[in-house]
């Protein structure tokens, strides 16, 4: 394996690994996810649906083809996430520390070098003499 290909698989595994380690408490409904959520306006539903999002876009991240889509749905997540840190939630959520809000970073951060990196493979439509 090159340096390049070992860095696109780290940087592909940790935002897939971010998004499938919170499955578990926004599937079990566990409190500081349930905390959130009613706090943002969308318990249970939208915890559920973000859940499942979530799940697709781990599984488009680490698929090579659809890594890009995935990076990109990514950002919109955690663009999202992080927005509602700053509006809603703060930064420290239940006294986690910061830790939810650092990982939404992580993860928008990722997800932004993937999408770059793959740039390559988005399907664009490139003709424009139909303008």
Known sequence: MTP?????????????????????????????????????GLEPWGRIGLGILELVVAILILVPKTTWLGALLGIGIMGGAIFSHFTKLGVVVQNDGGTLFLLAWITFVCCVVLVWLHRSHIPLNKNYSDL
């Open 4 to 40: 390049k290909s070992i860095a696109t698989t780290i940087l592909r595994m940790v935002p897939a690994v971010i998004l499938l380690q919170t499955l578990y408490f926004k599937f079990s409904a566990a409190p500081e996810s349930v905390y959130i959520f009613e706090t943002l």
